[in-house]
């Protein structure tokens, strides 16, 4: 099977929390590609990265970062596949630098930023999945089973009594 997904992060210190992409990629059966691409420290690796995208057939790329994160934002200037940024978490700031650097792309460059860390890295996969579920009714039907399942887990939820 050809890789759908691009999954790209500016360290491998990133993997703790894009590993939770890689899961859901992974669970549901979608072919993707992990790799350590940094903005600032491999510019030319992330040139190419972006240029070669949409000729190897990635339907859209999921890039995590930490601090100054401008790897989704530069990817984003260099392809049009859509590009799903994750906020990593960072040693500092707790990773409302990340945030900030990656959802506030000017005006005619977007980029899709997600939570910061696990559940942003878990729903940026799910988001990509759904996706490529508008073409693939398989993947559409199991992305209604979880939510069921979800469901179900709420639906049985209990709370303890007050003593
Ligand atoms: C960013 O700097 C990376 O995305 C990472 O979140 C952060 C720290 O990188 P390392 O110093 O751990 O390699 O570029």
Not at 93 to 108: H, T, Y
Not at 111 to 117: D, E, L, P, Q, S
């Amino acid at each position: 099977m050809s890789v759908e997904i691009g999954l790209v992060m500016g360290s491998n210190s990133d993997w703790e929390v894009m590993q939770h992409a890689a899961r859901q990629l992974k669970t549901y059966g979608v072919a993707f590609e992990a790799r350590v691409v940094s903005a600032h420290r491999t510019p030319d690796l992330l040139y190419e990265y972006a240029e070669t995208a949409e000729a190897r057939g990635l339907q859209a790329i999921i890039a995590g970062a930490g601090g100054a994160a401008h790897l989704p934002g530069m990817l984003a200037a260099k392809t049009t596949i859509p590009v799903l940024g994750v906020p990593v978490p960072s040693k500092y700031l707790a990773g409302e630098d990340s945030l900030l650097s990656i959802v506030q792309m000017p005006k005619g460059v977007p980029v899709a930023t997600f939570a910061i860390g696990e559940a942003g890295a878990a729903n940026a996969a799910l988001f990509a999945i759904a996706m490529l579920a508008n073409h693939n009714p398989e993947l559409r039907r199991r992305l209604l089973e979880f939510r069921e399942t979800q469901k179900n887990t709420v639906l049985a939820m209990t709370l303890p009594e007050v003593d």
